[in-house]
């Protein structure tokens, strides 16, 4: 399925630097590393060409075209006759324009399905922190489809560095303002160039996000107080109550009640007890305890979207009390 991590020739498709919060699978790599890294290591070095498409009785398909990976003849997806791939190497040069060519900032690359869909993480250079000790880093994501399923998308992505819990998708914009997106036409590869220069913009998301983890920080929640936000963060209902969930729903209450009193990072003062733990713990249990390979639900899948309506319930924590 495509919300799997790739394994060609017995090799996971995937590299990570030192560790990350989506998978347990790969090559685990000591430091960041280049571009020319990902691709080798992540065994995403790979093209993808277009064939035309014949019925049974050699009829050829109009309008239409086959993406086929090129190393091992699978067919990734089916497009129409205006798609123009970006390849695996091509798609790199969407940092470049950040961070400069061949500068190791990349923390994760890998391939998910047969190859229908890439992504590459990178660090920036700043980090800011919630609370003395507990540091969120900058990050932006790429992912590039080769089914004609979505176009390029570049995203902003903090990370908690104490835990790396992935905050960033939960706080786009309703319009998707703080995402760069690049369709694939003829003029793809220019248009990622210009979206990189556009995502060297990135200190106003991120100072936004600062300012919203620090206001969590600040809101103090007793054991009451917590399990109405956890149920209605589990429940996508801020009128349902605790006592009224499924046994399959009051277990996940409980086991990300558990991280918020001892997870990862809730050591540190000013995190246990405040809204910031509470919401950090809910990213912990979708990027650690749900996600095993399976980075789709963590990254664009149920778990965001849980994550996101955690940042957006405590961002409104005074009505769920009300």
């Given at each position: 399925m495509a919300h799997e991590i790739n394994i060609t020739n017995g090799k996971a498709s995937i590299a990570l630097a030192q560790q990350s919060a989506w998978h347990r699978l790969g090559q685990v790599l000591p430091e960041s590393f280049t571009a020319e890294t990902a691709l080798r290591e992540a065994n995403m070095d790979w093209t993808v060409s277009l064939q035309q498409m014949f019925l049974a009785n050699g009829t050829q398909v109009p309008n239409k075209r086959a993406v086929i990976r090129d190393d091992t003849s699978d067919i990734l997806g089916v497009v129409g006759n205006k798609y123009t791939p970006l390849q695996n190497r091509s798609a790199f040069g969407f940092f470049d324009a950040v961070f400069g060519e061949d500068k190791a900032r990349y923390e994760s690359a890998g391939v998910l399905g047969d190859g229908?869909?890439?992504?590459?993480?990178?660090?920036?250079?700043?980090?800011?922190?919630?609370?003395?000790?507990?540091?969120?880093?900058?990050?932006?994501?790429?992912?590039?489809?080769?089914?004609?399923?979505?176009?390029?998308?570049?995203?902003?992505?903090?990370?908690?560095?104490?835990?790396?819990?992935?905050?960033?998708?939960?706080?786009?914009?309703a319009d998707d303002s703080e995402t760069i997106r690049v369709y694939h036409t003829v003029?793809?590869?220019?248009?990622?160039?210009?979206?990189?220069?556009?995502?060297?913009?990135?200190?106003?998301?991120?100072?936004?996000?600062?300012?919203?983890?620090?206001?969590?920080?600040?809101?103090?929640?007793?054991?009451?107080?917590?399990?109405?936000?956890?149920?209605?963060?589990?429940?996508?209902?801020?009128?349902?109550?605790?006592?009224?969930?499924?046994?399959?729903?009051?277990?996940?209450?409980d086991e990300i009640r558990n991280l918020h009193d001892g997870g990862l990072g809730s050591e540190i003062r000013g995190v246990r007890g405040t809204l910031w733990g509470a919401y950090n713990a809910v990213t912990e249990y979708v990027d650690h305890r749900r996600t095993q390979d399976n980075i789709e639900y963590m990254a664009v899948g149920s778990g965001a979207r849980l994550k996101s309506r955690a940042l957006a319930l405590a961002s409104s924590f005074q009505t769920i009390l009300n």
């Open positions: 229908q869909r890439v992504w590459m993480l990178a660090r920036l250079p700043e980090s800011f922190d919630v609370l003395p000790g507990d540091a969120v880093g900058q990050y932006l994501l790429l992912t590039n489809s080769h089914d004609g399923s979505a176009p390029v998308t570049g995203i902003f992505t903090p990370i908690r560095v104490v835990c790396a819990n992935t905050l960033g998708q939960a706080l786009r914009s003029n793809a590869e220019a248009r990622l160039k210009l979206a990189g220069e556009l995502l060297g913009k990135a200190g106003v998301f991120f100072n936004e996000a600062k300012a919203k983890f620090s206001y969590l920080s600040t809101i103090q929640v007793g054991s009451r107080d917590l399990t109405k936000y956890l149920t209605a963060v589990v429940s996508n209902h801020e009128s349902v109550k605790y006592d009224d969930l499924s046994t399959r729903s009051k277990n996940v209450v």
